[in-house]
T-cell receptor, first 113, second 111 residues
Framework: NAGVTQTPKFRVLKTGQSMTLLCAQD?????MYWYRQDPGMGLRLIHY???????AKGEVPDGYNVSRLKKQNFLLGLESAAPSQTSVYFC????????????FGPGTRLTVL | AQSVAQPEDQVNVAEGNPLTVKCTYS??????LFWYVQYPNRGLQFLLK??????LVKGSYGFEAEFNKSQTSFHLKKPSALVSDSALYFC?????????FGKGTTLSVSS
């Protein structure tokens, strides 16, 4: 039981390049989330999903897209990376809301030059 | 909208002393409150949560938190701090489906 996994762990992009971050969970959770963490700002929600085939915007969705084609996977895409997207990205999943715990992946450190 | 505040950016405590990391919240309706810990270059680890019931919640690694409705607080506590407790601590509140996080408090435990 791996929990929540993320790939890649590190990535360096040039401005304007694109990439996809992959999140996978093996806990059969309905809900999945993408957050970004920046120094002194805590974690901010980018997008989330309440089930396979669904996505919704969070607090800071601009410049990102997501897809949830399979229940266990949640992809975060950057179509045209900008230096402001340099951050650490965390994926999380949870079962029944509002009481269930949210479990986090190990994070992806992204640098955009 | 729900929100949490962690009024201290950093807390310093000597090993063996009790520690408190503060969190206050603002919610409409029932509060669902969480504490997470983050060690350097790692993901967030769940410590404990308050859903309903007993105001004193016990969690992992000897941590506990006290829910105080009148003061809208959910402070994290430990009776005797360890150097290994040094980390970044986040308080969070559930808003519909996702969590709203505080900015975090760095705990430094000196030997």
């Amino acid at each position: 039981n791996a929990g929540v996994t993320q790939t890649p762990k590190f990535r360096v992009l040039k401005t304007g390049q694109s990439m996809t971050l992959l999140c996978a969970q093996d806990m059969n959770h309905e809900y999945m989330y993408w957050y970004r963490q920046d120094p002194g700002m805590g974690l901010r929600l980018i997008h989330y999903s309440v089930g396979e085939g669904t996505t919704a915007k969070g607090e800071v969705p601009d410049g990102y897209n997501v897809s949830r084609l399979k229940k266990q996977n949640f992809l975060l895409g950057l179509e045209s990376a900008a230096p402001s997207q340099t951050s650490v990205y965390f994926c999380a999943s949870s079962g029944d809301i509002p009481t269930d715990t949210q479990y986090f992946g190990p994070g992806t450190r992204l640098t955009v030059l | 909208a729900q929100s949490v505040a962690q009024p201290e950016d950093q807390v310093n405590v000597a090993e063996g002393n009790p520690l408190t990391v503060k969190c206050t919240y603002s919610v409409s309706g029932n509060p669902y409150l969480f504490w997470y810990v983050q060690y350097p270059n790692r993901g967030l680890q769940f410590l404990l949560k308050y859903i309903t019931g007993d105001n004193l919640v016990k969690g992992s690694y000897g941590f506990e938190a006290e829910f105080n409705k009148s003061q809208t607080s959910f402070h994290l506590k430990k009776p005797s701090a360890l150097v290994s407790d040094s980390a970044l601590y986040f308080c969070a509140v559930r808003e519909v489906t996702a969590l709203i996080f505080g900015k975090g408090t760095t705990l430094s435990v000196s030997s």
